[in-house]
């Protein structure tokens, strides 16, 4: 073993050509960092000791017929590794059995063996497998530092925000003593909790109990809006919707702001791995793909105005006036709302009063390494769920689904539900409910009601609540039109009889436009949207194509 290495890729697998290519191009490539370990046969594989297993390259094809079986085994003793087939070019008649491995999450990816000294393609697949494993293990390096309760609402909430905008981390246990020899080292002898530090700012500043705006004016991202700049669109929010128009309205030469008072991604950035999402054949992860897409329209040109929200929207001489939670308000031609939903909350007040200790709302992605060894219940029947429950399978000892209903046929994607009931650690219980619980620091115990019998059961473990979602309109309220459930209103449903604020003008509304001219709305904070990712991409992108025509319709009227 050299030193410095810091884990283990092993590459199995009967076919000697594959197992050999396989091999030389990861010692070649990666030899200084990993120990490669590479045997004919499992029992052969001999791993230092001391070191993880990162990646399982194993053989499948003619030479390893029972090769996903093989893989299957190793994984077993390495469940934190990632599993991977690899197999020789043109090698198709595998196709069927990868993909059903995959589905039924058996397999992590699959990758074809290099066929030359130098093969690019196969070196972009390793190194996003590596930086994937890199990222559930945490450590590296620490552009910021806290050091905290693990179990504080405020520090969970710090955590969550730092790893959604992808912002490196190090997490220290106020009460451990690398916790306390590190507030030694700051000079804080009774620091309010948590303590935050910016290693990568000039002098290192260090925050004691930060707001969300005192993070953000430490980052330096508190540049003030000039008031008088009047904008051709303000986006109200970056989840996927958000950043689909953001890109879009960008890219066509719009002068555009976008408002984010968490962190960019919405509820998509905590998935930890989108499979169906069009162009990724063996999925991302939310966080990936909403982070990417930040980056695209912000290299195009959008201006990102992070810790900050809407307070209100009015029409005010011809523009449009949103008023901000810092106390500002920005003039633009044009709005698209954007702002998705938030979890609903479980409504029992003993659980609420446990938020961040034990009662995580969403899939808390931050989390997941903190519940190695632990019963982890996760409660909701939607993909999102289901996607959480998938990944906290691999830390956790046992999850379980909790649903209402009988099943999760009619709420879940069928690949999603076939990859929990493959899931040897993972149970799904339908008809059930939570309705009580208690403990005092942490989530000591809930209860569990049977909604056929009415039984009620004592259990213990961490829930992670994933039980639906309340749109983001609250401070739209009065200004735009929404539906009973407070979604917004747009298209021809302003038509209908009772809709208040009713449509102003003689023209029909555009298909995504709200109550107010020039205000549209996309994804999940619409009446009527689907909620996938994909279908808030393209109403994001359709809202810029509906602002253009707005925006031409204006001049028109000026001439």
């Excluded at 000791?49 to 003793?77: I, S």
């Excluded at 925050?207 to 430490?218: K, N, R, V, Y």
């Excluded at 990417?292 to 209100?312: P, V």
């Excluded at 009973?484 to 555009?510: H, I, K, N, S």
Aim: overall charge negative; some cysteine; aromatic content about 8%.
């Amino acid at each position: 073993m050299a030193e410095g290495q810091r884990a283990v890729l092993v590459v199995v697998g009967r076919d000697d050509d594959v197992r050999a290519a396989v091999t030389a191009a990861l010692e070649r490539r990666y030899g200084a960092d990993y120990a490669v370990v590479s045997a004919a046969h499992p029992e052969d594989v001999a791993v230092p000791e001391g070191l993880p297993v990162a990646v399982l390259f194993g053989g499948l094809g003619d030479a390893d017929p029972d090769g996903l079986a093989v893989l299957r085994e190793l994984h077993r003793a390495e469940p934190l590794a990632l599993a991977v087939a690899m197999i020789r070019w043109g090698a198709f008649e595998t196709a069927p059995e990868i993909f059903e491995a995959l589905t039924v999450g058996q397999l992590d990816r699959w990758i074809y063996a290099p066929e030359g000294p130098v093969d690019e393609e196969f070196h972009r697949m390793v190194a996003e497998l590596l930086e994937e494993w890199s990222a559930r293990q945490g450590g590296g390096f620490e552009a910021v530092r806290m050091i905290g309760h693990r179990w504080s609402e405020r520090a969970q909430h710090l955590r969550d925000t730092f790893t959604r905008n992808r912002i490196p981390l190090g997490f220290y246990e106020a009460g451990s003593d690398e916790g306390r020899e590190l507030l030694a080292g700051l000079q804080l002898e009774e620091p309010r909790l948590p303590v935050v530090q910016l290693r990568f700012r000039p002098g290192r500043p260090v925050l004691q109990d930060p707001t969300d705006l005192d993070i953000a004016d430490a980052f330096g991202l508190l540049t003030p809006l000039d008031p008088a700049h009047v904008y051709d669109l303000v986006v109200v929010g970056s989840g996927p919707a958000g950043l689909g128009a953001s890109v879009y309205a960008a890219s066509e030469g719009l002068s555009t702001l976008v408002l984010e008072p968490e962190a960019v991604g919405g509820q998509a950035g905590t998935s930890s791995l989108i499979r169906n999402y069009p162009g990724f054949p063996t999925g991302i992860s939310g966080n990936r793909l909403t982070f990417s897409a930040y980056l695209q329209a912000w290299g195009f040109g959008s201006t990102f105005h992070f810790m900050r929200s809407a307070q209100g929207i009015v029409a005010e001489d011809g523009l449009l006036a949103v008023s901000l939670s810092d106390g500002g308000t920005v003039r633009t031609r044009t709005v698209v709302v954007a702002t998705g939903a938030s979890w609903r909350r479980i409504g029992v007040p003993e659980l609420e009063a446990l938020a961040g200790r034990g009662v995580f709302y969403g899939a808390a992605v931050s989390e997941a390494p903190a519940m190695r060894g632990r019963q982890v219940f996760v409660v909701g029947g939607g993909n999102s769920a289901g996607q959480a429950a998938v990944h906290l399978s691999r830390y956790a000892e046992q999850v379980t689904v909790l649903v209402r209903r009988p099943s999760l046929v009619e709420t879940m994607s069928d690949y999603l539900i076939r990859e929990l009931e493959a899931l040897p650690n993972v149970a799904i219980r339908g008809g059930v409910q939570v309705v009580g619980g208690s403990g005092a620091d942490f989530l000591e115990s809930f209860v569990l009601r049977d909604l056929d019998t009415g039984a009620e059961t004592v259990e213990t473990g961490v829930l992670f609540v994933l039980i639906g979602s309340e749109p983001r309109t609250e401070w739209a309220a009065g200004a735009l039109a929404c539906d009973r459930w407070g979604f917004l209103r747009t298209g021809t449903a302003l038509l209908e009889d009772g809709v208040t604020p009713a449509w102003p003008l003689e023209r029909p509304p555009a298909l995504l436009e709200t109550s107010m001219p020039g205000v549209f709305a996309a994804g999940d904070v619409r009446s009527g949207s689907v909620k996938r990712v994909a279908s808030a991409v393209g109403e994001g992108a359709l809202a810029i194509t509906l602002v253009h025509a707005h925006l031409a319709a204006r001049t028109g009227a000026r001439a």
